[in-house]
């Protein structure tokens, strides 16, 4: 019986020892294949000029990088808030930086001085590159756009004719026509006022 206790421990002991050789391989090998064999490419300060900064006060999450000191030359990069890199030059007014920007023919690139913030220092003038040209330059077909022009052809207005003259009627005093005229209108108002007062004492009296 202590013979068979002791063959299971040793079995057990033997067992642990080979899970903890192999793997402590395991562990220590797992490491090496996450490591990349290419080298990463860094933006590093070099002795071209001091570092601008991206400021971080901006409305916006990055900044556009140029191929040239001006909103006329394409874009070719884009550089995040607070993201810093050389500064190689600077056009004769200032207010556009020549950068470190890998990646593209030149490694350089151009950013607006108004969006960064630059280390005290000193930056050479560099000369901008040619003014890019148009791939296509726009024309207009004279004959498409006289398709499009509206000619007004003038009318004559309406002549004006002057209405007929008015005529207003007049009208005669009929009460006036049939009486004589010699008796005047105030006496025949009288006569009628005075009739209708002796009607008014006559009715009066005789219902009395």
């Known amino acids: 019986m202590q013979k068979r206790w002791l063959t299971a421990t ?16 395991v562990v220590n090998a797992s490491p090496n294949i996450q490591i990349p064999t290419g080298a990463v490419p860094t933006v590093t300060r070099t002795s071209t000029g001091p570092l601008v900064t991206v400021r971080l006060d901006l409305d916006r999450d990055s900044i556009n990088v140029r191929g040239g000191p001006g909103t ?63 791939l296509v330059t726009p ?37 006036g026509g049939n009486l004589p005229a010699n008796i005047p209108m105030g006496l025949v108002i009288i006569s009628i ?5 002796l009607l008014l004492i006559f009715s009066f009296v005789t219902n009395r």
């Open 10 to 25: 040793c079995s057990i002991i033997i067992i642990v020892l080979l899970i903890g050789l192999f793997g402590t391989r």
């Open 72 to 134: 006329y030359y394409p874009i070719i990069g884009l550089l995040l808030v607070g993201q810093q890199v050389p500064a190689k030059g600077r056009t004769s007014g200032g207010t556009w930086l020549m950068v470190y920007y890998p990646g593209v023919p030149g490694s350089v690139g151009w950013v607006s001085a108004d969006l960064v913030n630059i280390e005290a220092g000193s930056l050479p003038v560099v000369e901008p590159p040619p003014t890019p040209t148009p």
């Open 139 to 175: 024309t207009i077909n004279p004959t498409l756009a006289a398709q499009f022009i509206i000619t007004e052809v003038p009318t004559r207005l309406p002549t004006y004719t002057a209405p007929a003259p008015l005529v207003i009627p007049t009208f005669q005093d009929e009460i």
């Open 193 to 197: 006022m005075i009739f209708g007062v």
